[in-house]
């Protein structure tokens, strides 16, 4: 089945959404990574601390994790 020929106009349309959604998907990445790396460090200096019943909670628990996180100043 062929697709009646885009307009010049719909190719634009079609362009810009095609990068936005890159450019969606590079900040999903980044703060993926940098998430990651924040939650690396907690649970490195809950260990340290031995911390091992917080670091437990924190792995199932997101608004834990999230409040050790503010607590420690990795966000």
């Known amino acids: 089945?062929?697709?009646p020929p885009q307009t010049e106009k719909e190719r634009r349309r079609t362009n810009e959404d095609r990068q936005v959604r890159l450019d969606v998907y590079a900040l999903n990445e980044e703060f993926y990574a940098?998430?990651?790396e924040q939650v690396s460090d907690?649970?490195?200096k809950l260990m340290e601390l031995n911390r091992m019943e917080d670091?437990?909670?924190a792995v199932?628990?997101?608004v834990y994790r999230e409040k050790l996180l503010l607590e420690f100043?990795?966000?």
Request: net charge positive; hydrophobic share 30%; no cysteine.
């Open 55 to 57: 670091m437990k909670r």
């Open 1 to 3: 089945m062929q697709h």
């Open 60 to 62: 199932k628990d997101n």
């Open 42 to 44: 907690l649970y490195g």
């Open 34 to 36: 940098e998430g990651a």
């Open 73 to 75: 100043g990795f966000k």
